[in-house]
């Protein structure tokens, strides 16, 4: 009997054991440190806050399409606000170029004595001016797909690096441009 009593005992010693511990992280405030995970870090090429972003030009082809912050949400700079599947597109595209940094930047270096017009940066598939409330803007030119078709070739105006970025970006400022060309 004596063994079963001391197997009690130590079982209501670690009951009582674990709920004060559960006790005083309620009263403390305090939540387990999962030290195992990674604190996450922008790493994106677009420096400021999505939230911050004021202004965001589009363009294709010589043609433009101005929208401004207007609360949460968008509108165009000439007036319409800017609803559904096109505000939602755009949203995610300035998150991810805040968020998504490059999978690999070619230096200048690297492309001299290159053709770099397969990279198809010359007549990009979409042109994006980001300004925040500073009013300091940040141009991004994306080009073609990489042979692979996973990644997509893009340039910062004034940058003269060459930036391989996953190709959902570009597909997002992609869908965006022709949400508010649709209208």
Request: charged letters at 20%; glycine letters at 12%; zero cysteines.
């Amino acid at each position: 009997m004596s063994a079963l009593w001391a197997r009690r005992l130590v079982m209501s010693l670690l009951a009582t054991m674990a709920l004060a511990w559960l006790a005083a992280m309620v009263v403390s405030g305090a939540q387990p440190v999962l030290r195992q995970l990674v604190k996450f870090e922008a790493k994106g090429v677009l420096p400021v806050e999505p939230e911050a972003v004021q202004k965001v030009v589009l363009g294709r082809g010589g043609r433009e399409v101005a929208l401004v912050r207007r609360g949460e949400g968008w509108a165009l700079d000439g007036g319409g606000a800017v609803e559904g599947v096109a505000a939602s597109h755009l949203d995610t595209a300035v998150k991810m170029l805040h968020r998504s940094g490059p999978v690999r930047e070619i230096a200048a270096q690297e492309l001299s004595g290159v053709d770099t017009r397969p990279f198809g940066l010359e007549e990009p598939v979409v042109v994006a001016t980001v300004a925040g409330p500073d009013g300091m803007a940040l141009t991004v030119r994306f080009g073609a797909l990489n042979p692979e078709g996973f990644l997509q070739y893009m340039r910062i105006d004034g940058d003269p690096r060459v930036y391989l970025m996953s190709r959902f970006i570009g597909a997002e400022w992609t869908a965006a441009w022709e949400g508010l060309t649709a209208r």
